[in-house]
């Protein structure tokens, strides 16, 4: 019984510790997104906001857990298809991939200063500087 | 429909390419991007006149690549890619504009997107096809020849025109649609890849027009799609020549698949394509076949970054005619009937030393030369063996 706790406990800890949330720029006027509509974002296939303020996508690099973990939990996609995506659309001349950012703290500063930007952090604080998405079905 | 000689077309477009890439040094970052690759590898394929004539390894695996996308403004951009490529004798060596065209967004909302494309843009309509020669976009460094038959390479892989892309958000999924109509100038060379040396005459597209459709089904790991292709050539015979004026009709019908798994995914193409040819080989000639293939690659990761690929490839030159025994008794034996099916079996392994260097090594076991060169003229010569086997390894890097 005690190791079930400590199992549940560490499983309980395990996605806490990786939660990811998707982060705008505070002045894009939305609350919410659904799975699809997250996933036309981060295809590069949606290019503006409601208001007319382009997206500007932002990422971790490939092998960065948060990014894997935002692919699998937020996109329910795997890393390696939205490398895929990107490549294509970078390659055959139909668009361009993420801007590929080195550390959380530089999304948060990134997103945080860029109109129009999307990105994910692990556990944001920052309210003031950030608005958290809520990402529904 | 007229063009203007395919050098001068090339050259001018390189110009443009490089005169918009100059201008372009002078804007801000975030409206031009800036991409390309380098990679460099080894194959033997002997007993065969796949790569070379001398059963030697070769050298000749090179795609390098350089890309721009200009954003002119919020609905209007400008891409365009320069390649240099060599594959010894599968298809044209040397530097060609691979695209070079203007996206005009017409529409783009929450719900659905629509772009027209104007220029020489890619195919868009099969799962490798817009990207054939961009290396570790592939699964394998030698595709399937059942669909992505090399000889066809430089018709295949785009054309100059008009091209539609629709996606949509349904409550079935995500649907894409495209739709192409345009054409390919062919060159001497590019003419005698298909037809042989032996062709002094002039080769003409008249004309391709595709369409495709996607389904990625909500919460599914699939992928689905079907494309239908139509196209014709003409043959004007040079006054001394091997052949006759003629034409040619290619149709073909298509249907693939892909299902992605956290450490695996299969990925699965079927065509059917018919051939009508009239004239050509003699004045009255006749002759309207099907062919089919189909590939299905697997690929597991087998470590962190490693993967494996399993790949099995059939072509069958007539659907009517599997064995090849038909074909071979047409040209009262001279033929033999292995020139009639292609059978193929893939091993391969991929590493990423770093997220964008990565080393490609596989190894074909083939029965079956139906998809060597020349389309319309078998290698008797070269192709001597109903078995026969070939490797390569290619080291990609991308930026």
Same mark, same amino acid.
């Given at each position: 019984?005690?190791?079930?706790?400590?199992?549940?406990?560490?499983?309980?800890?395990?996605?806490?510790?990786?939660?990811? @949330?998707?982060?705008?720029?505070?002045?894009?006027?939305?609350?919410?997104?659904?799975?699809?509509?997250?996933?036309?974002?981060?295809?590069?296939?949606?290019?503006?906001?409601?208001?007319?303020?382009?997206?500007?996508?932002?990422?971790?690099?490939?092998?960065?857990?948060?990014?894997?973990?935002?692919?699998?939990?937020?996109?329910?996609?795997?890393?390696?298809?939205?490398?895929?995506?990107?490549?294509?659309?970078?390659?055959?001349?139909?668009?361009?991939?993420?801007?590929?950012?080195?550390?959380?703290?530089?999304?948060? @500063?990134?997103?945080?200063?860029?109109?129009?930007?999307?990105?994910?952090?692990?556990?944001?604080? @920052?309210?003031?500087?950030?608005?958290?998405?809520?990402?529904?079905? | 429909?007229?063009?203007?000689?395919?050098?001068?077309?090339?050259?001018?477009?390189?110009?443009?390419?490089?005169?918009?890439?100059?201008?372009?040094?002078?804007?801000?970052?975030?409206?031009?991007?800036?991409?390309?690759?380098?990679?460099?590898?080894?194959?033997?394929?002997?007993?065969?006149?796949?790569?070379?004539?001398?059963?030697?390894?070769?050298?000749?695996?090179?795609?390098?690549?350089?890309?721009?996308?200009?954003?002119?403004?919020?609905?209007?951009?400008?891409?365009?890619?320069?390649?240099?490529?060599?594959?010894?004798?599968? *298809?044209?060596?040397?530097?060609?504009?691979?695209?070079?065209?203007?996206?005009?967004?017409?529409?783009?909302? &929450?719900?659905?997107?629509?772009?027209?494309?104007?220029?020489? &843009?890619?195919?868009?309509?099969?799962?490798?096809?817009?990207?054939?020669?961009?290396?570790?976009?592939?699964?394998?460094?030698?595709?399937?020849?059942?669909?992505?038959?090399?000889?066809?390479?430089?018709?295949?892989?785009?054309?100059?025109?008009?091209? &539609?892309?629709?996606?949509?958000?349904?409550?079935?999924?995500?649907?894409?649609?495209?739709?192409?109509?345009?054409?390919?100038?062919?060159?001497?060379?590019?003419?005698?890849?298909?037809?042989?040396?032996?062709?002094?005459?002039?080769?003409?597209?008249?004309?391709?027009?595709?369409?495709?459709?996607?389904?990625?089904?909500?919460?599914?790991?699939?992928?689905?799609?079907?494309?239908?292709?139509?196209?014709?050539?003409?043959?004007?015979?040079?006054?001394?020549?091997?052949?006759?004026?003629?034409?040619?009709?290619?149709?073909?019908?298509?249907?693939?698949?892909?299902?992605?798994?956290?450490?695996?995914?299969?990925?699965?193409?079927?065509?059917?394509?018919?051939?009508?040819?009239?004239?050509?080989?003699?004045?009255?000639?006749?002759?309207?076949?099907?062919?089919?293939?189909?590939?299905?690659?697997?690929?597991?990761?087998?470590?962190?970054?490693?993967?494996?690929?399993?790949?099995?490839?059939?072509?069958?030159?007539?659907?009517?005619?599997?064995?090849?025994?038909?074909?071979?008794?047409?040209?009262?034996?001279?033929?033999?009937?292995?020139?009639?099916?292609?059978?193929?079996?893939?091993?391969?392994?991929?590493?990423?030393?770093?997220?964008?260097?990565?080393?490609?090594?596989?190894?074909?076991?083939?029965?079956?030369?139906?998809?060597?060169? *020349?389309?319309?003229?078998?290698?008797?010569? *070269?192709?001597?063996?109903? *078995?026969?086997?070939?490797?390569?390894?290619?080291?990609?890097?991308?930026?």
């Amino acid at each position: 019984m005690k190791t079930k706790l400590v199992i549940a406990g560490s499983v309980l800890w395990a996605s806490t510790a990786f939660a990811t @949330e998707v982060i705008t720029h505070p002045a894009v006027p939305m609350d919410q997104l659904t799975v699809n509509q997250l996933r036309g974002i981060y295809s590069m296939r949606q290019q503006k906001w409601p208001d007319g303020t382009a997206v500007r996508v932002f990422v971790l690099p490939a092998k960065n857990q948060v990014h894997q973990t935002f692919a699998k939990e937020k996109l329910q996609m795997f890393p390696y298809q939205l490398d895929r995506i990107w490549q294509k659309i970078t390659y055959s001349g139909l668009g361009s991939a993420p801007v590929v950012l080195s550390s959380e703290q530089q999304m948060r @500063e990134m997103v945080a200063s860029t109109a129009g930007a999307i990105g994910y952090i692990e556990n944001p604080d @920052e309210l003031s500087t950030l608005k958290v998405i809520r990402i529904t079905q | 429909m007229n063009y203007p000689p395919l050098k001068s077309f090339v050259s001018r477009s390189k110009l443009c390419l490089l005169l918009l890439l100059g201008c372009s040094l002078q804007l801000q970052a975030d409206e031009v991007q800036w991409h390309g690759f380098i990679s460099q590898g080894l194959i033997q394929a002997p007993e065969t006149n796949f790569v070379n004539l001398d059963d030697s390894i070769s050298a000749e695996l090179t795609d390098l690549g350089v890309n721009m996308s200009w954003v002119l403004s919020d609905n209007l951009r400008l891409a365009g890619q320069v390649v240099y490529l060599d594959g010894g004798r599968r *298809y044209t060596k040397g530097t060609r504009l691979d695209y070079l065209f203007l996206d005009w967004t017409l529409h783009s909302d &929450f719900n659905w997107r629509l772009d027209m494309f104007l220029g020489r &843009f890619k195919n868009q309509h099969w799962l490798y096809s817009a990207t054939r020669d961009v290396p570790f976009t592939r699964n394998a460094i030698v595709l399937p020849q059942s669909v992505y038959f090399d000889s066809f390479r430089d018709i295949a892989v785009g054309s100059d025109g008009l091209a &539609f892309k629709v996606t949509r958000n349904t409550s079935l999924g995500e649907i894409e649609l495209n739709w192409s109509w345009g054409a390919t100038n062919l060159s001497k060379e590019q003419s005698q890849i298909l037809l042989s040396t032996l062709a002094q005459g002039d080769a003409e597209q008249d004309y391709v027009h595709q369409a495709s459709l996607f389904w990625r089904p909500d919460q599914s790991a699939w992928q689905v799609g079907v494309s239908l292709l139509d196209s014709d050539f003409s043959y004007d015979k040079a006054e001394l020549d091997y052949y006759f004026d003629g034409a040619m009709t290619v149709q073909r019908v298509m249907f693939n698949g892909r299902y992605a798994a956290e450490y695996w995914e299969l990925s699965s193409e079927w065509v059917q394509e018919r051939l009508d040819i009239s004239d050509f080989y003699a004045p009255g000639f006749k002759r309207d076949s099907f062919s089919q293939g189909w590939y299905v690659q697997g690929r597991y990761n087998l470590l962190p970054r490693t993967w494996a690929l399993l790949s099995v490839d059939l072509f069958d030159l007539d659907k009517d005619d599997r064995s090849g025994r038909k074909f071979s008794e047409s040209t009262g034996g001279l033929v033999p009937a292995y020139f009639g099916y292609q059978d193929e079996l893939t091993l391969g392994l991929t590493y990423d030393f770093k997220d964008n260097l990565r080393l490609t090594m596989e190894h074909h076991w083939v029965k079956g030369t139906a998809r060597l060169a *020349y389309p319309v003229l078998p290698d008797l010569q *070269y192709n001597k063996s109903e *078995y026969w086997q070939m490797w390569a390894m290619q080291l990609m890097y991308w930026f």
